[in-house]
């Protein structure tokens, strides 16, 4: 009990302690505008840096369903912001991985600019699946992955003879 109470009093303390040392203003009341000033510019300045870094973000929107007419598991994924090249399916050990990967570079004469995005995602894949015969298209920012169902086998019977 008195260890919980003594980490109690401690917490407190350290909050307080942190609280009051946020509040306090060099200025006193003195140039609040110049201090004022100062926060705006570091926030604009912060946006800044979250506008550029959303910029090339890669977002997607995915829909997996199972198509009865064709008999395959479906994966579409839309994606804005990158080409067929950037992207790569790949699967091992019954799941599939679906990434992309995006890189600009920018150079003017007084400066260069690279950034870059990626995504990944990946799915467990049914018992079922024929994953050698997986197929993919991209079209208009949309991959569509299908993975065909297999075939259930078909019970062998075989008469046996009594002797």
């Known amino acids: 009990m008195k260890k919980t109470?003594?980490?109690?009093?401690?917490?407190?303390?350290?909050?307080m302690a942190h609280q009051?040392?946020?509040?306090?203003?060099?200025?006193?009341?003195?140039n609040d505008n110049f201090w004022s000033n100062f926060n705006r510019q570091f926030q604009q300045f912060d946006n800044g840096?979250?506008?550029?870094?959303?910029?090339?973000?890669?977002?997607?929107?995915?829909?997996?369903?199972f198509d009865d007419q064709s008999n395959h598991y479906m994966i579409e994924i839309k994606v804005k912001g990158l080409a067929?090249?950037?992207?790569?399916?790949?699967?091992?050990?019954?799941?599939?991985?679906?990434?992309?990967?995006?890189?600009?570079?920018?150079?003017?004469?007084?400066?260069?600019?690279t950034s870059s995005s990626k995504f990944s995602q990946s799915y467990s894949l049914p018992n079922d699946a024929d994953?050698?015969?997986?197929n993919a298209e991209f079209k208009s920012?949309?991959?569509?992955?299908?993975i065909p169902k297999l075939e259930k086998a078909k019970p062998l019977v075989n008469k046996i003879t009594i002797q």
């Not at 109470?5 to 909050?15: C, E, H, P, T, Y």
């Not at 840096?49 to 977002?59: F, G, K, L």
């Open 49 to 65: 840096i979250r506008t550029v870094q959303n910029q090339n973000a890669i977002t997607t929107q995915t829909k997996r369903y």
């Open 20 to 30: 009051s040392f946020h509040n306090y203003s060099p200025s006193h009341g003195l």
């Open 5 to 15: 109470l003594l980490i109690a009093m401690l917490i407190s303390s350290s909050v």
């Open 141 to 146: 920012g949309l991959l569509t992955v299908s």
């Open 84 to 113: 067929k090249e950037n992207l790569d399916i790949t699967t091992r050990n019954n799941m599939i991985y679906i990434s992309g990967r995006v890189q600009i570079s920018e150079k003017t004469a007084n400066s260069s600019r």
């Open 131 to 134: 994953t050698d015969n997986i």
